[in-house]
């Protein structure tokens, strides 16, 4: 690192705290707490956002058959004209057949946890490839 950035950002501990000092023009240093600037990086970033699409990811094989346990992996969350829809791969087209007639109940109990994931799915799609 530069004599010229070390200068202008450093960070250093007070206190257990993590604080990252900026120098202001003039020579001044200014203090910002680390946690008063983390929701807003946080929202730059869209970390909410990915927190709850993993979270609904997550649900996905703790609500099918543990028949497809194996035989199918959620890839995607993606949002098509306001609505959510899950994308999932299968093995095979046998497997995406018969899952097909599930979908329907398997979406409804992912939906059972739009409160703590802040998702409510419209559909689930099926495509196969290598899971």
Not at 43 to 53: P, V, W
């Amino acid at each position: 690192m530069s004599d010229s950035s070390s200068s202008s950002y450093f960070s250093s501990r007070q206190k257990g705290r993590r604080k990252i000092q900026r120098k202001r023009e003039g020579g001044a240093h200014a203090i910002t707490e680390l946690k008063s600037i983390l929701p807003a990086v946080g929202d730059a970033l869209g970390l909410a956002q990915k927190t709850q699409e993993m979270a609904v990811l997550a649900l996905w094989h703790q609500q099918i058959s543990s028949k497809y346990q194996g035989k199918t992996r959620p890839l995607r969350l993606k949002q098509q004209a306001g609505q959510w829809v899950l994308q999932v791969i299968v093995s095979d087209g046998a497997i995406a057949s018969e899952l097909s007639f599930a979908l329907p109940e398997i979406t409804a109990r992912i939906n059972l946890f739009s409160v703590q994931t802040g998702i409510q799915l419209t559909r689930i799609e099926l495509g196969v490839g290598t899971v």
